[in-house]
């Protein structure tokens, strides 16, 4: 069992995980650091660094299935992404430890929702390639009020839905393979940070 208090949200996401396949962390991320996130992200699209999402693997825009506009993540671009970085390298190695998983790494991307903006139900993994495991959302969104909508809608194993409100230092974490969910239309703009740990890929013959 874990002995340090830093530890132990780790622990509860792990068990949330192997009992019903996700979960959710309201304040995992320092209020500083989900700060320092959202302005990153606000500023990259300020710069016209953020591009239109595609779908499938092939990344094609389709406006009417997703409205988000992204940009990816690299390791030396901030001090605010490496932060949030290694936290998630942390909870990697805890997935690993505890439930076997067998991630080797982390992809993620900034996301911007402008109003009006939304992405039908899907799952996260490509039909021919099974390397996302498990997805990881950072949601950066300080005030968010329920009559701003933009909730990740889940869809849950017994036939219910569950409804996250995208406030900011929540942490939303599920299995790729096995839970469908969207992102209902959002009145306001929307800032999230989301991402896949993903295992090894079958080598090619």
């Given at each position: 069992?874990?002995?340090?208090?830093?530890?132990?949200?780790?622990?509860?996401?792990?068990?949330?995980?192997?009992?019903?396949?996700?979960?959710?962390?309201?304040?995992?991320?320092?209020?500083?650091?989900?700060?320092?996130?959202?302005?990153?992200?606000?500023?990259?699209?300020?710069?016209?660094?953020?591009?239109?999402?595609?779908?499938?693997?092939?990344?094609?825009?389709?406006?009417?299935?997703?409205?988000?506009?992204?940009?990816?993540?690299?390791?030396?671009?901030?001090?605010?992404?490496?932060?949030?970085?290694?936290?998630?390298?942390?909870?990697?190695?805890?997935?690993?430890?505890?439930?076997?998983?067998?991630?080797?790494?982390?992809?993620?991307?900034?996301?911007?929702?402008?109003?009006?903006?939304?992405?039908?139900?899907?799952?996260?993994?490509?039909?021919?390639?099974?390397?996302?495991?498990?997805?990881?959302?950072?949601?950066?969104?300080?005030?968010?009020?329920?009559?701003?909508?933009?909730?990740?809608?889940?869809?849950?194993?017994?036939?219910?839905?569950?409804?996250?409100a995208p406030e900011a230092g929540s942490l939303v974490v599920f299995l790729s393979a096995e839970m469908l969910h969207e992102v209902l239309p959002t009145s306001r703009e929307r800032l999230s940070l989301t991402g896949w740990f993903r295992r090894r890929g079958a080598d090619p013959l």
């Amino acid at each position: 069992m874990p002995t340090d208090a830093h530890d132990l949200p780790l622990s509860n996401i792990v068990d949330d995980l192997a009992e019903q396949g996700w979960s959710l962390r309201p304040l995992f991320v320092p209020n500083a650091l989900t700060l320092e996130l959202a302005d990153e992200c606000r500023r990259r699209a300020a710069r016209g660094a953020l591009t239109p999402a595609g779908v499938g693997k092939a990344q094609e825009v389709r406006e009417g299935i997703r409205g988000d506009r992204i940009e990816w993540l690299d390791a030396g671009q901030s001090a605010a992404c490496d932060g949030y970085l290694a936290l998630l390298d942390e909870l990697r190695l805890a997935l690993n430890r505890e439930l076997f998983l067998g991630l080797e790494d982390y992809e993620s991307h900034f996301a911007l929702y402008p109003p009006g903006a939304f992405y039908q139900k899907h799952l996260d993994r490509f039909r021919d390639d099974d390397r996302r495991a498990v997805s990881v959302v950072l949601y950066l969104n300080p005030d968010w009020q329920p009559e701003h909508g933009g909730a990740l809608r889940l869809y849950l194993a017994d036939g219910s839905i569950r409804d996250i409100a995208p406030e900011a230092g929540s942490l939303v974490v599920f299995l790729s393979a096995e839970m469908l969910h969207e992102v209902l239309p959002t009145s306001r703009e929307r800032l999230s940070l989301t991402g896949w740990f993903r295992r090894r890929g079958a080598d090619p013959l």
